[in-house]
């Protein structure tokens, strides 16, 4: 049959071509034309597409038809054949997976098990600055080369932004291994590996403290503290009393706080090591509390003058305008320093007091109770050097702390 010939098949139906045996053009109702070629297959008839007409013409049919009749005569499977081509070209379509697109999985992916949406955001920027080198590379790609050429430029000047940043590469990678994406070793893994071709963070980086009141000093900064005016300045001296972090204070609630037991009970998704907290409430602490107004509207403690949670930065504002060389978070310090040189309180107590996770992952096993008692007598010794200015030659007992 002649190339215009086959054009001018239009009615439905198989119309079988010539040229090499079992090639026809089958014509659909609608009138969409294609190619078919019906070969016998370990004794089976088959019926196999060899594309659409007129995209695919007479002759390039009939060659393709001879192909697979010869690959038929040799006992091969031509279907079967084309089928795990196909299979293999979807498995490494769904393995070409871009660094970003698996960096933006992985966070979509753990985002619902992390504290906060800051911790997903600080994720997203981080990763971000990865973008530019390795961001639109296939991840099964990335290599000690791309990894060294994120890192090395920020190594030595911003340690702990580049420390933190090979952990995320790192995870991310890990994640993209699971899921097939990548084969062989993590590039970006530490130990026996970057850790020969990198200095260690701890080498280079400089030790960096929070700037706090000396304990000496900070009975007369408390004086001068309650002579200013405003939330921030309100909200300053709870964290002090309280020796909490400004983000637990600045985020508290009226129903976290129950005045006639005393007690501020912060949630676990609002703390650091997500677990939830108590802390006992001292005269003092209940005093300022007491003195608050309720504002209408929100449950908010401590409301920024237009609404919502107080800024840090209006905490920051506070010891600047008293000219003082510290930041709030400082004086969890002051606290620290306060319990380790003018009291002889367990350190066990300080440190739950400060809400800090015990490290000794045995110890943490067994310790079920929250040394409460323990810690209302520390919080009230607190609240009571706190309100002598002239503290430094002031030397604690803390007799309250062992009885109770």
Not at 86 to 97: D, G, I, P, V, Y
Request: charged share 25%.
């Amino acid at each position: 049959m002649a190339p215009l010939s086959v054009a001018r098949l239009i009615e439905p139906g198989l119309h079988f071509v010539g040229g090499v045996a079992g090639l026809a053009l089958q014509v659909q109702p609608s009138g969409a034309r294609s190619w078919v070629l019906r070969l016998s297959v370990a004794g089976k008839r088959r019926e196999m597409g060899l594309g659409g007409f007129p995209d695919v013409t007479l002759a390039d049919a009939r060659r393709r038809a001879r192909d697979e009749r010869e690959k038929a005569d040799k006992g091969a499977d031509p279907i079967a054949d084309r089928k795990a081509a196909a299979s293999r070209l979807r498995a490494e379509q769904t393995k070409a997976f871009t660094f970003k697109a698996s960096a933006l999985a992985y966070i979509e992916a753990h985002e619902p098990g992390w504290r906060n949406a800051k911790h997903a955001e600080q994720w997203r920027n981080t990763l971000a600055s990865t973008y530019p080198v390795i961001g639109s590379m296939q991840v099964r790609d990335v290599g000690l080369p791309q990894v060294l050429a994120v890192l090395g430029p920020i190594w030595g000047i911003k340690t702990e932004t580049a420390s933190r940043l090979r952990g995320r590469i790192e995870s991310v990678l890990d994640w993209a291994t699971v899921r097939g994406y990548r084969e062989g070793l993590n590039p970006a893994r530490w130990k026996g590996h970057l850790d020969h071709l990198l200095p260690s963070p701890s080498k280079i980086m400089k030790a960096s403290h929070h700037a706090a009141v000396p304990v000496g000093q900070v009975g007369a900064f408390m004086q001068a503290l309650r002579a200013q005016q405003g939330t921030g300045a309100r909200a300053l001296e709870f964290v002090i009393l309280t020796a909490a972090r400004s983000g637990e204070a600045r985020g508290a609630t009226w129903r976290e706080i129950d005045l006639d037991r005393a007690t501020w009970v912060v949630p676990g998704e609002r703390m650091k090591a997500g677990k939830e907290h108590r802390v006992p409430l001292s005269d003092e602490a209940l005093a300022l509390l007491r003195g608050l107004p309720r504002i209408a509207g929100t449950d908010l403690v401590f409301p920024a003058p237009r609404g919502g949670v107080l800024s840090d930065m209006t905490l920051v504002a506070v010891t600047r305008r008293m000219e003082v060389a510290a930041v709030p978070h400082g004086f969890r310090s002051t606290f620290r320093d306060w319990c380790s040189e003018r009291t002889s309180c367990p350190r066990e107590v300080a440190e739950m007091a400060l809400a800090h996770t015990i490290g000794d992952k045995v110890e943490a096993a067994y310790r079920r109770g929250d040394l409460f008692k323990k810690r209302r007598s520390l919080m009230s010794e607190w609240a009571a050097f706190l309100a002598k200015p002239e503290s430094n030659a002031q030397v604690i007992s803390m007799h309250e702390c062992k009885r109770a």
